[in-house]
Each structure stands twice: as C-alpha cells, then as structure tokens.
C-alpha cells in the first residue's frame, strides 16, 4: 500500500479546520445517507430474492435464514469494536475503509457459486457494513450539534430506510425477473463508488478527544454470544431442543454472556459501557431498537415467502404487493423525525408501538394475508408503526451522552438493531420451519404454521409501546441527564489526572 502523500494530508487537515457552512453540512448528511441507502437496500433486495435464490441454490428455510444472519450476525459482532476504532483512528478513514468492503463483498456475493460461498462472502460485506451506519451517525452528531436540527438530521436518516423499503422491493424484484438473483449485489456498486469519492472530497476527518482503547477480550465474548445464540436458535427445528449439539451451543452462550458483563464491569474502557444504561431512554432505546427490527426482520422474511411461494407471485408483484409498507415508513419517518425534535421522542414510540402491534394481531388473530383488502391494510399499518420508530431509537441513544463517546453510542443502538434483526429472521424463521414440518406445504397450512410467528410480531410491537412508555416521561428524562453528567464528570476527571 503506497505511503500517504503529505501535501494531500496536509489539504484534508485543511479543509477539516474549514467552518462547515449549512450547505456543507447537508452534503455531509447526504453522503452518509448513501451509506444507509446501500447497507438498507441490499437488505429489502435480498428478501425478494430468497425465492429465486432458495431454488437457485437448492437451500431450504434455514439456508435462507443463514444467508440474512451471516450478514446481521457479524455486523451486530463488530459494530462496536468500528465505533470506537473509529473515535480513536478517524471516523473519516474508517467510514471509506468500510465503503471499500462493502463494496468488495457485493461483488464477490454476485459471483458466490454456491450457497456456503455466498454466506461467506455476505460476512465480507457485513465487515465493511459494520463500518458504515455507526460511523456515519457519529459524523452526523459531530456535524449537526444544535439539538433540533440533530433530530430534523435523523429524521433525513430514517427517511432513507424508507426509500430503501420502498426501492428494495421493486428493484430487486426487477432484477431478478430480469437479469437474475445476483444482480440485485450490482445496485451497491455505483452508489459505493460514488459515497466513496464523496467522503474524500468532502467529509472531515474527526476522533473523539479521548477514545477508548481497544478490548479484544469483550469482541471475542459478544462473537460468541451472538454466534452461538444464532446458531442454537436456527438449528433447532432440525436438530432437536435436546440435541448435545444445541445444548453445547446453548451453554456457549449463557458463559459468553455471564463472562462479558463480568469482564466489562472490571474494565476502565469496556467494549460496551454498562454506565451508559443507567440512562432509562438509553436502555429503554436499545430494547425497543431490539424489539422493533426483530419485527420488522420477521415482518420482511414471512411475507416473502408468503407472496411468492405460496400466492405464486414473481418477485417485482411481489415487491409491488409490499409498495403500501414501505411507501407509509418513507412517509412517516422525517415526520417522526420532527415530532422527536419538537415534541420529544414519547409521541413516536407510542404511535408506533400501537401501529406495529394492531399489525401484528391482524395476522395473527383474523388470518390478513388470505384477503387482498386486509392484507394491505396490515401492511400500510405496520408501515406506520416503522416509519415513526427510528428516529426516537437514534436520537435518544445518542442525544444525552458526551460527544466525545458518539461513535460508542450510535454503535450501541445500531448493534441493538442488528441484533434484532438477527433474531427476528433464526426465531421466526424456526418457528415457521417447525409448523411447516407437522403437515404437507399447503396455502392453509402456510396461513396456520405461521400464525405463533406473527403472534411473536404483535408482542414486539407490544414492547415497543409499553418500553416506550416508561422510558420517555420526566423520571426517565431525569436519568438521562445525570447519566450524562457523571460521564462528563468522570472523564473530566481523567483529563486532569493525565494533566
């Protein structure tokens, strides 16, 4: 790798002490949302193509589900160790180095020969993905400071996810009609490209003051945490509860757990500072942020399968049936957005727990996939509920602690959605598999086996709307601010003891 010129370094630290005028914030803002878009995107495109890719690939349910939570697996596993890598070497550098392997890894998944290649190389993006969203938010909380335009800033944010819902769906349904299940990894390439030359002409570098060292223990112990809980969750149908194998993983799990909050609560710069959730709207965000991707991530896997395999639908119908969710989140996100920076985050939380919950019982409980009419309503519906819960995750996980740990943060509250994600596709993707297995696949049968899934969608939403209720009142608010004002003090504290 040749040397760093230094006139072009010099010219970066330049432009970096430049004042960011309001235009140059919102290119800021921009760039970060291409991030979003194509680690977004790439997650909506895959879904409609699990079909085309099952018979491709000749993989059954749990085949599928590893080839979403390879990638959600190992982003949630390294989100944290790339937010604070990120606050100690430069946020700029290591957003750009995540842009190149995402980017590396969308070509290599288009060319994966088989099913085992493809979830390899879907881990090779998930690497590069790690880099991205938490990195980019923390550029964002450093570039946009005042606090109600920090919040209009994350409501662009979260309006993104929606264009990616509401793209993902027919662009990848597009493609694989057209071309092929594995062009849908082609769509990350130009927009990569173009958010890389971007960053280098326009981002500036930043690292917080004092960031944390690296903690090479806590990253092994959340990579067997994570791991082995995924693996028991998945394996499950097919191997048996009670099989040594699941057992074995299952132990794996309850040590990896018990051993990291004991290593990280001896440590003077943890992995995953427990401090941060005496803050009652932190904790009470990264529980919601668990809650409502696990049913969205749910919400995605068991309406694929069910408008293609069982209506028959080709992939583009599939993804125009879809159009009603996705068009409601891109709607709804930038209002929530507002309503976060006016109002607080409490109106949100609980417009969309209500929203996500009733959409969940329309399944569970009146069977709204059998007619057209109750089949959208519950999609425009849960589209509401997850148009106004993002904002009010972001925001509250990172408004409230110091800027100087903003990457740690944003990293908290983007493991927490990875982490949801990654349970909602092993556990509802189980729970299906083993309904699927009691009797011959049929549309009745489909509508049957997956009713306890789409219980455990409504019970996400629920927590999303009691957790959201109890962590957004004054009491909550209270914590927040002396959650904040004993981190300041402390690391003030430090400061002069090294002084």
Not at 30 to 35: G, P, T, Y
């Given at each position: 790798?040749?040397?760093?010129?230094?006139?072009?370094?010099?010219?970066?630290?330049?432009?970096?002490?430049?004042?960011?005028?309001?235009?140059?914030?919102?290119?800021?803002?921009?760039?970060?949302?291409?991030?979003?878009?194509?680690?977004?995107?790439?997650?909506?495109?895959?879904?409609?193509?699990l079909p085309s890719m099952r018979k491709e690939l000749d993989a059954d349910v749990a085949g599928m589900q590893w080839t979403i939570d390879a990638y959600t697996l190992v982003l949630a596993s390294l989100l944290m160790l790339a937010g604070s890598t990120a606050d100690r070497i430069g946020r700029r550098k290591v957003f750009m180095t995540g842009l190149v392997l995402f980017t590396i890894g969308s070509v290599l998944c288009s060319l994966a020969p088989n099913l085992e290649s493809l979830i390899a190389f879907r881990m090779v993006q998930a690497v590069g993905g790690s880099m991205l969203n938490p990195v980019a938010m923390s550029i964002i909380t450093n570039t946009f400071t005042e606090p109600k335009e920090r919040a209009r800033a994350i409501g662009v944010w979260g309006a993104v996810v929606g264009i990616s819902m509401a793209a993902g769906p027919l662009v990848g349904g597009l493609l694989v009609d057209t071309v092929g299940w594995r062009s849908i990894f082609w769509v990350n390439l130009p927009v990569?490209?173009?958010?890389?030359?971007?960053?280098?002409?326009?981002?500036?570098?930043?690292?917080?003051?004092?960031?944390?060292?690296?903690?090479?223990?806590?990253?092994?112990?959340?990579?067997?945490?994570?791991?082995?809980?995924?693996?028991?969750?998945?394996?499950?149908?097919?191997?048996?509860?009670?099989?040594?194998?699941?057992?074995?993983?299952?132990?794996?799990?309850?040590?990896?757990?018990?051993?990291?909050?004991?290593?990280?609560?001896?440590?003077?710069?943890?992995?995953?500072?427990?401090?941060?959730?005496?803050?009652?709207?932190?904790?009470?965000?990264?529980?919601?942020?668990?809650?409502?991707?696990?049913?969205?991530?749910?919400?995605?896997?068991?309406?694929?399968?069910?408008?293609?395999?069982?209506?028959?639908?080709?992939?583009?119908?599939?993804?125009?049936?879809?159009?009603?969710?996705?068009?409601?989140?891109?709607?709804?996100?930038?209002?929530?957005?507002?309503?976060?920076?006016?109002?607080?985050?409490?109106?949100?939380?609980?417009?969309?727990?209500?929203?996500?919950?009733?959409?969940?019982?329309?399944?569970?409980?009146?069977?709204?996939?059998?007619?057209?009419?109750?089949?959208?309503?519950?999609?425009?519906?849960?589209?509401?509920?997850?148009?106004?819960?993002?904002?009010?995750?972001?925001?509250?996980?990172?408004?409230?602690?110091?800027?100087?740990?903003?990457?740690v943060a944003a990293a908290v509250a983007s493991t927490s959605r990875q982490v949801g994600g990654t349970l909602g596709v092993a556990v509802i993707g189980a729970v299906l598999a083993a309904g699927m297995a009691s009797s011959a696949s049929s549309s009745t049968h489909f509508v049957e086996a997956s009713k306890p899934a789409w219980w455990i969608i409504a019970g996400c939403g629920l927590s999303v709307l009691v957790v959201g209720a109890m962590t957004s009142g004054r009491w909550a608010r209270g914590t927040a601010v002396r959650t904040a004002e004993r981190l300041e003090h402390t690391e003030a504290a430090e400061a002069s003891v090294k002084v």
């Open positions: 790798m040749p040397l760093p010129d230094p006139a072009a370094s010099s010219s970066a630290s330049d432009r970096a002490l430049e004042p960011l005028t309001h235009r140059r914030r919102m290119l800021i803002l921009a760039i970060c949302c291409m991030s979003l878009l194509i680690v977004s995107l790439d997650n909506t495109v895959l879904n409609v193509a990569g490209l173009a958010a890389l030359v971007l960053t280098l002409r326009y981002v500036p570098e930043s690292r917080a003051p004092k960031p944390r060292r690296p903690d090479p223990v806590g990253q092994v112990l959340v990579i067997a945490l994570l791991g082995s809980v995924t693996y028991a969750i998945i394996e499950t149908p097919a191997k048996g509860w009670l099989s040594a194998e699941i057992l074995v993983f299952s132990a794996v799990a309850v040590c990896a757990l018990v051993s990291l909050v004991r290593y990280e609560r001896r440590r003077d710069e943890p992995l995953i500072d427990l401090r941060f959730f005496r803050s009652a709207p932190f904790s009470g965000a990264t529980v919601i942020a668990v809650s409502a991707f696990a049913a969205l991530a749910g919400f995605l896997f068991l309406s694929t399968l069910y408008l293609q395999d069982v209506r028959g639908l080709d992939a583009l119908h599939a993804g125009l049936w879809m159009l009603p969710m996705a068009a409601m989140c891109f709607v709804c996100a930038p209002v929530s957005g507002r309503l976060v920076g006016s109002r607080g985050p409490r109106i949100s939380l609980l417009v969309a727990g209500v929203a996500m919950t009733v959409s969940g019982v329309l399944f569970a409980a009146f069977e709204a996939e059998t007619s057209n009419t109750t089949l959208v309503i519950g999609y425009v519906i849960f589209g509401i509920g997850f148009g106004f819960v993002n904002a009010p995750i972001t925001n509250t996980a990172v408004s409230g602690m110091p800027r100087a740990q903003a990457g």
